[in-house]
């Protein structure tokens, strides 16, 4: 039996189930090459079939998340939803009605689902599917916070867990408390749309101008450069109430927008940055605490965009209640394509466990493919490499940055050993390089290190169970501090990849450099430049090696050395190693 799941909202994409099994999951902004994209996911959809060597008729069941008012609003007038998309990412002047934008969209979203929502969605998505040529299959409907909550629950590897799901909005919620036990998903408490701690962030990201849903990791990196001060002396301390497993915001989101802008025009942005990310760290970590007490399950399965706050996910390890946690690494809108298929299949078949070992779901090239791209690039010179770990170690080693690529795509945000940079954990001057010229990315965004598991006790404080997606945040052991320079934060904490037996060629990477400095552990950071999508092809790779005026390249089976460097290095806009 085939699912498969699919979103058509923010940072779209497909996911294929065969048989209770994930065969494929992508999303669409690495096919489009537009970050986040909206656009009805056409492209990753063909991309599972492709992989699986399936038609679309083969499909049996297709599921997708949210039928709330203004969702299905946008699946009716899709240029209303691609006018927004410019809006958010700023592809367009200041509009003079700014915060009247931002009021229509607090005022739709927070409608929920009223009557004939799912109908219309339904109806959208069916016109959809049939230009694709889907037939014969049945289609599901399922709750933004159930899908969120199924990838968690159900790729967690737990029997028995405490699901919460914490984001922006979705379906008229913005959180959810739920219970798995003996082989069923129940929800026990949701947390409305006006009490969103998550809306409450994108607020604070939007004041401080930057994007809302996609610059957030960003406040949570500029409040480390703020004073410390006391929580009592938050000036937003009030403007969320946690009691028992709820959650309660002082203000609605429109007065809250105007509250916080009112707030945030008289201090440093560090400061308020600062404030925002407390606030957020005290109310989600009270409020999983008291879920924890309530229910009495000591293990945890967290999801949802709020969840991708590792300064937030770090408080919440540190529990005294908790016995396990788990945070599933496509945790934002993203993840809930997957999050409906496995729904859809939990609906018909009563599975609660489906195997997610790693998170290396999307397309992957040969090396036929591979040589066939590199031979129509004049400006490269390549060969086949048998030494790929040493040889990449030795250049590492010396101070130069490679750019890694091999194997099937990584689903998520974060890039994990497949389509990745990597340098060296202890040096400053590859971070800078990289920050200034390759990423061209504020200078206060930390890099995050890739390092063996056998390693990570010695490396990190706390470290009781391996973190294989970069979703937790750890102390850095300060005896280490000089190992891993380019990869630590200014208040000395890391958000790690533990590499074990998943990744076999970029472990060896990790072990040729453990053989040269005694430690494997490296500077990781996503193969794009910033504010574009992860690469995806070969195509990408090579544009990207271009476009940065890097230098080297590890792609498949072949060593690939750009012939422009020299050239680029002279250019204010490439890198000088």
């Known amino acids: 039996m085939y699912i498969l799941g699919l979103w058509d ?10 048989d209770g099994r994930i065969v494929f999951a992508a999303n669409e902004e690495r096919y489009t090459r537009r970050k986040l994209e909206v656009r009805f996911p056409c492209s990753s959809i063909n991309a599972a079939l492709r992989f699986e060597g399936i038609k679309p008729s083969d499909v049996d069941v297709v599921a997708f998340p949210t039928t709330e008012f203004a969702k299905t609003l946008s699946r009716i007038f899709p240029l209303q939803k691609e006018s927004y998309y410019r809006f958010r990412r700023r592809k367009m002047l200041r509009p003079r009605a700014e915060a009247l934008m931002h009021y229509s969209k607090y005022a739709m979203t927070g409608m929920g689902v009223i009557p004939f929502c ?14 694709m040529g889907f037939k014969g299959y049945k289609l599901q409907s399922i709750d933004h916070h159930a899908a969120h909550a199924a990838t968690a629950a159900f790729t967690s590897g737990m029997k028995d867990a405490l699901v919460i799901t914490l984001d922006g909005i979705g379906d008229g919620l913005s959180g959810s408390v739920s219970t798995l036990e003996g082989g069923v998903l129940r929800r026990r408490k949701s947390v409305s749309g006006r009490d969103s701690i998550g809306i409450f962030f994108e607020q604070a990201t939007n004041i401080l101008g930057m994007r809302e849903l996609e610059d957030e990791g960003k406040i949570m990196a500029m409040a480390d450069y703020s004073f410390p001060f006391d929580f009592s002396k938050n000036k937003l301390k009030d403007f969320f109430s946690v009691k028992g497993a709820g959650m309660k915001a002082k203000y609605g989101p429109i007065r809250q927008y105007d509250m916080l802008g009112r707030i945030a025009w008289g201090m440093p942005r560090e400061q308020f940055a600062y404030m925002a990310q407390q606030l957020l760290e005290n109310v989600v970590s009270n409020f999983v605490s008291n879920a924890i007490d309530e229910y009495g399950m000591c293990d945890i399965a967290l999801a949802g965009g709020v969840a991708s706050n590792i300064k937030s996910n770090m408080r919440i390890r540190m529990l005294d209640n908790i016995r396990r946690w788990y945070v599933f690494p496509h945790m934002g809108d993203g993840g809930i394509a997957l999050g409906a298929a496995l729904y859809a299949n939990y609906s018909i078949t009563g599975k609660t466990s489906c195997e997610f ?4 779901l999307g397309g992957s090239y040969s090396d036929d493919y591979i040589l066939g791209r590199l031979k ?3 400006s490269l010179e390549f060969h086949e490499e048998r030494n790929k770990a ?5 250049l590492i080693d010396t101070d130069h940055y490679v750019m890694w690529f091999g194997g099937r795509m990584e689903y998520g945000p974060r890039a994990l050993g497949n389509r990745s940079i ?5 040096s400053e001057k590859v971070k800078d390089m990289l920050n200034t010229y390759v990423k061209q990315r504020e200078w206060y965004q930390p890099f995050c290190p890739s390092m063996l598991e056998e390693d990570a006790k010695r490396l990190l404080v706390g470290v009781k169970g391996m973190d294989r997606f970069m979703t937790m945040g750890y102390d850095v052991n300060a005896s280490r501090k000089e190992i891993m320079r380019s990869v630590v934060h200014v208040d000395m904490t890391a958000r790690p990849q533990m ?7 970029y472990g060896d990477l990790l072990k040729a450099v453990k053989r040269r400095l005694g430690y494997g552990v490296v500077l990781n950071t996503s193969f794009n430049i910033h504010g574009t999508p992860i690469v995806e092809s070969p195509s990408d790779a090579i544009d990207t090696l271009k476009k940065t005026g890097s230098r080297y390249l590890f792609i498949g089976n072949y060593f690939v050395e750009n012939r422009n460097y020299a050239k680029g290095a002279r250019n204010e806009n490439s890198i000088r190693v």
């Open 357 to 360: 070992k790693d998170a290396y």
């Open 499 to 505: 590499v074990g037996e998943e990744n076999t060629e």
């Open 390 to 394: 040493g040889h990449a170690a030795e």
């Open 422 to 426: 990597v340098g060296s954990a202890s």
């Open 376 to 378: 129509k690039e004049k």
């Open 118 to 131: 799912d109908a219309l969605s339904r109806r959208s998505i069916s016109h959809e599917l049939r230009r």
């Open 9 to 18: 909202g923010h940072d779209s994409g497909a996911a294929l189930i065969k």
